[in-house]
């Protein structure tokens, strides 16, 4: 704000500047008004306007090219690394105490303000008035120089009654009224009241009540009225006296400190190749200003021969849902549950083929119970999306706790499973996880946000990791794991490291895939250690005989592919016409596990370049311990802001490098 601020009071500065010295004394007082009125309105906008240059690239590093659209901001982060609390706690929070200054500034210019409206609204009311063709005469009893507020003209009663008001003076009044002077001074003393710290906003004041009295001393002396008798008539309203108690700064009136000024300017003839040359001049002025106190941004420009593969990334379909409270907002518009079948296939009616079975989908649930979201997902089951994925669900309704397995329920033989069987099983129960290592503690917790300590002095999670790799015998202690901000202790004297655990238990630990036909109905199941899941056709969650179950199961399994997030159904289909599938099993920190399927003859499931699932989370741990150098966009960065970019929907891809003196490089592209 306080960049932004002496930015525009610069440019007022400079307009005001080429004002004075090549405009104020020329007889071109119309665009000198425009001038002054835009100069200042401009002076704000200049700032704040963002100017984007495209810069081509050719090729990276290394020989190799590198796609990307990058907006490089001049902006540094707000978050800081590494400061100790201790230390930011010192620092003097100045803006509460700079807004409250602004603050009382602005109720007293209010206040000046609102005062001198009503003392001018009052003058009208409580005086006579004579109305005389588009202008009204408020007659007044006091000794006041005439003045004008917009079609007001206010004079003294005893002069008007004896004719004692010159011709000129009216008409000089006349023009300020006709012109409508008091917009202009509206709207200057408003400004005023909101930049009241500024000096240039009372230059720019005082500039533009002076030029309307040369257009109204310019608009009297082109009636034929002599200029030596109207100046005489101007001086004989000037006492000091008469402008003392003349207060008001609301009206335009004659005014004692300008005389000599508008005296000069009476005499002063400019040609029109001077005004022309004049006008020219102002458009370098502002474009200078433009381009020096405007923002500019770097853009990145893609590649030529890169660019349909960048348009099609960007194209890719997505599905952004939100549903809150039982609401259903669809890219942000509100609809109705028996329209919302019907949205998506106008939506996605231009897809395609290819669209409905690669589309991104972004969907959020909060605050919605589960009979509203099963009505939601029956609607979304109608769609031609959820059938060209053999019906994908949105939101599966919540399970019930299930049932016993019995020996009906689980399939005998492969001729009772239709109509393919399909099985795939995990082997013998995992050995219990092997104590974590620190430095993967260390950068796990970095991941969090978690406050790092060493000898008890804090530090930043980069001193952190590297104390790590120096001495990997350093003692740990970590507090606080479940909460937002962990507190990890470092030291080298020894302390307890709570080792994580994971519970496991004591059954078989492998995970069974299935189908199973019951009453003419194929019904999906997942088991695992004793207790079995089972999923219908639409992906409703039933019980070994098929009926729908109700309550909430907070152990069921939770459906990967290739580190994607599927529905239960979209398994079965994978199951079921993938022989290529390897089916394991992984306990999750809450209850419940995860069906993992993986594809081997998925010939990018190593593919070093690509996170592969568009999953954010993006686990760069060995490449922290074997001491790699990070990049985003080809820009240097910290370990500690690369840990924090591995939790950023923003990260699409991931390209590691091995550099000429054996160290690995780690490239973000956003």
Known sequence: MLIYLLKSTVCMGVFFVFYKLLLEKENMHAFKRFYLLFTLVFSLMIPSIVFMEYVPVDAVEYNEVVVSEVVVSEVAPSDSVGVPEALEEDVLDIEPVLWTIYSIGLLYFGIIFMRNLIQVIRRIRKNPKQKVARFVKVLLHEELPPHTFFKYIFLNQKKVENNQIPKEVLLHEQTHAQQKHSYDVIFIELFQVLF????????????????????????VLKKDIDRPSYQNTLLSYLSVDSQHKYQSRMANAINYSSIKKRFTIMKTQTSKRAKFL?????????????????????????????????????????????????????????????????????????????????????????????????????????????????GLTLVPPPPSPPSPITGSDVPESPEAIAPVPVENEVGTPPAPPEPEDPLDHVIAMAKRGA????????????????????????????????????????????ITFPKKTKKVKSKNSGVRTGTKKVDGKVLFFSKKDGVTHYYAENGAIVDGSGKPVTGTDSEKPVFYYNGEKISPLKANTLLSNNTSLQVTSQELDEKGYAVILTDLNNQDANNKNNTGTKDPFIDIT??????????LNDKPITTEEAIALTQKNSIHRVQVKDLKDGVQAVYFWD
């Open 196 to 219: 009241w710290f500024n000096p240039m906003v009372y230059l720019f004041k005082n500039a533009m009540k002076l030029n309307h009295e040369f257009l109204a001393d310019e608009a």
């Open 451 to 494: 406050e790092f300590y060493f000898e008890g002095n804090a530090i930043s999670a980069d001193k952190a990791i590297e104390l790590l790799k120096k001495n990997k015998n350093l003692h740990i202690q970590t507090t606080k794991v479940n909460s937002s901000k962990p507190k990890v202790k470092l030291s080298e004297t020894p």
């Open 622 to 631: 060995e490449a922290v311990k074997k001491g790699s150098k990070f990049f």
């Open 278 to 390: 004049r006008i020219v001049l102002t458009l370098p002025v502002a474009v200078l200003l433009l381009l020096g106190f405007s923002e500019t941004r770097k853009v990145i420009a893609p590649i030529a021969q890169f660019a349909e593969e960048i348009q099609d990334a960007q194209q890719e379909p997505t599905l952004d849902i939100i549903i809150d409270q039982g609401e259903i907002m669809l890219y942000g518009e509100k609809i109705p549950l028996n329209k919302f079948a019907t949205k998506i296939d106008e939506l996605t009616e231009d897809w395609e083929e290819t669209d409905y079975t690669s589309f991104h989908s972004n969907v959020s649930i909060k605050n919605t119970d589960a009979k509203r979201l099963g009505n939601i997902n029956d609607e979304f089951l109608k769609t031609h999306l959820s059938k060209a994925n053999g």
